[in-house]
Each structure stands twice: as C-alpha cells, then as structure tokens.
C-alpha cells in the first residue's frame, strides 16, 4: 500500500512539476492521472501495484468534495444573486451535453460498422 | 459549564474537530442516501454539506478555521484525480475497440458542456469571474476546481456547481435517453460520463455495469479534455 500510494504522489508531483514548468494550463493531478495510465500500459506490474490503493480512493470519491463544498456558505449571496442563471446554464447544459454525446456516439458507431454494444 | 466552554476553546483550536466533523457528516450523509435507495436527490455530499453548513452557523465558526481541519480530506483530491487512470485501464480493451465512437462523443459532449453553458451564462448576464467558476461544471470535481482555480474563477463555487451538474445528469440521464431512444448502453453511460462525472457515474453502474464502465471512461477522458477546452472556449466570451 505504502509502494502504491508514493507512486500516485510521485505522479501526481512530476504532473505538477511538468505542468508549472511549461506553463500548460492542465491541473497538475490530471497531467499525473496521463502519467500514471502511461506506466500502467507500460507495465502490468505497476497496475497491479496501484490498483488496489486507487480503488480504494475512489471508493470514497465523493467524501473528499465536501470541504470544498462546505465553501459555499461563502457564496450564499452571489447564488442568490445569479440563482436563475446559474440553474438555467446548469440545466440546459447538462441536456444538450448528453443528447449531443449520446448522439455522437451511436452515429460515428454506426459509421464505422460497430455492431453495437451486445458484442462488446 | 465553565469546563465545557474551556474544553470547547482547546478543542476549535486544533483541526482534529472539523476532520472528524466532515467524516461524521459524509457518513450520516451516506447512510441517509442509502435510506433513500439512493435517489439522485438524496446525495451524500449535498446531505452533508448541509449537515456542516448549519453546524459552522450555529457555532460561529469561520469557513477559515474549519478548513483547518478539512483539508486533510480536501488534500486527498489530488491522488483521487491520478487514481482516475485505473478504471481507464481496466477498460483499455473496449476503449480501443470503441475507439473512433468514444472520441466523437467525448468531443461533441464536452464541447456542448462547457460552450452551451457559457452561452447561456452570458445571456443572463453572468460576470466574468462567474463564467470562469461556470466552465468546468461538468468535469469532476478534483479536476474543476484546479481549472476553476487556474482561470480565475471561484474553486469553492466550482465544487458546488459540479456537485448539482451531477445531480442533473443522474436524474435526466434514463428518461432522456429513453426519449431519444438511443439504445447503446455504452452511448449512454459515456454521455452520462462525460456530462455528468462521478455522480452521472455512480448513476449508469446502478442501471446497467456496461453503462457504468463506460461512464467512468467518459468521466476521465473529459477531465483531460476540458482542461485544455475550458481556457480556449472562456476566452471567446472575454
């Protein structure tokens, strides 16, 4: 576990690092998430390693939103103020993002001669 | 009740209370959701965003101080977001037979997440730092808030938009989907995925493992994705 949880931090680490050094815009988390996939490819050994310890953080993703959440009792106001833009941009996104998703999906399936999701 | 006020003073110095006050929280917030079947409305986070919300109120205590404490549970995002490459590689096989499909819909529903929502933000009249909070909703949360942060926006209402985009998605995703009849199981989990993270994710395992694997998929591919898309599409509303 003490092996698997270093590797996370040390990928997690050189994202930071790469992502401060060349200035991307990227969070240097999901630069380490890009990292640590490339190692997993690159060795079974090391997806076995991190496997068990990752899943075990995210067995418990949603704990670790709510201190940031918890920020919103410094915000009540501004909500107040935008309430009615903000739902509407939430709402209306979130509809279209899935139908557009989903749409795209079963078209460029279905272009390419996928047989749909009973074969997979 | 002098000894009380004394014990009370040493213990809202350490941060020791607000960790264990934000397990507490989450847990009682867990049990409810369960209570509930799990109904998108009865979520866990939002359950125990309240439960904390009232009891900093009620005890005078600044976001500042509890923060103190919470961010031993906040620091744990980070790892959270590099543990995301796991259930991408347990699904490395169908994502390659999937491959072109995956792409188009990862681009179109990312593209329409974050540019749909500024739209609509800016018709409303939605300030500058606010579209900036708005633009990474989709992602999920370790994710928006380090976009949030980078673009200028607010990370603490990031977190909270997030938090409803989820509940959105989890809530329309089945009938949506049974309306446009779109059939695909891995259509819809990816769409869910990519339009609703962790959330919309939970919600596909529960209707269909397919749909739930292909979500996580979605969830982590958008993360990377909106990254780079977030900056460029809020800089055509600057």
């Given amino acids: 576990m003490i092996h698997a949880l270093t590797l996370i ?27 640590l996939f490339a190692l997993m490819l690159a060795s079974v050994r090391v997806a ?11 067995r418990h993703l949603s704990l670790l939103f709510v201190p940031a959440g918890v920020g919103v009792v410094g915000h009540l106001q501004q909500l107040g103020t935008n309430g009615l833009g903000l739902a509407l941009a939430l709402i209306v996104s979130t509809v279209l993002a899935l139908g557009t998703g989903a749409g ?17 | 009740m002098f000894e009380f006020a004394e014990i009370w003073s040493y213990l809202a110095a350490s941060p020791l209370i607000w960790l264990t006050a934000t397990l507490i929280a989450y847990v009682i917030g867990d049990a409810l959701a369960q209570a509930a079947g799990r109904a998108p409305l009865a979520n866990p986070v939002l359950i125990a965003v309240i439960l904390l919300a009232v009891l900093l ?21 980070g790892p959270a977001t590099v543990a995301l490459a796991i259930p991408l590689w347990q699904q490395r096989h169908a994502v390659r037979r999937a491959f072109l499909p995956i792409c188009a819909a990862l681009l179109a529903g990312s593209v329409t997440a974050v540019l749909s929502a500024l739209v609509i933000g800016h018709a ?12 990474p909703k989709s992602t999920t949360a370790p994710v928006a808030l380090g ?24 809530i329309v995703v089945t009938p949506l989907m049974n309306t446009l ?24 395992f529960q209707v269909n493992p397919q749909a739930g694997a292909f979500a996580g998929i979605g969830m982590a591919l958008n993360a990377m994705l909106t990254a780079f898309l977030a900056p460029w599409a809020l800089g055509l509303f600057m």
């Fill in chain 2, 57 to 77: 109120w009620l005890t005078q205590t600044s976001y500042a101080t509890y923060f103190e404490g919470a961010q031993f549970v906040h620091f744990l995002l």
């Fill in chain 2, 181 to 204: 009849r779109i059939r695909d199981w891995r259509a819809r989990g990816l769409a869910v995925g990519v339009a609703a993270h962790g959330i919309g994710t939970a919600r596909a």
């Fill in chain 1, 104 to 120: 795209a999906f079963v078209l460029v399936a279905r272009l390419t001669g996928d047989k749909g999701s009973e074969d997979v």
């Fill in chain 1, 48 to 58: 076995e390693l991190v496997t068990p310890t990752g899943t075990g953080i995210l």
């Fill in chain 1, 9 to 35: 931090l040390a990928c997690q680490l050189a994202g930071e690092a790469l992502a401060r050094l060349f200035g991307w815009p990227v969070p240097g988390p999901v630069l380490g998430m890009a990292l």
């Fill in chain 2, 147 to 170: 976009i949030s942060q980078s673009l200028g926006g607010s990370p603490t209402l990031t977190a909270v938009l997030v938090i409803l985009t989820g509940m959105i998605g989890a």
């Fill in chain 2, 124 to 135: 409303l009249g939605l300030s500058p730092q606010l579209l900036a909070t708005l633009a």
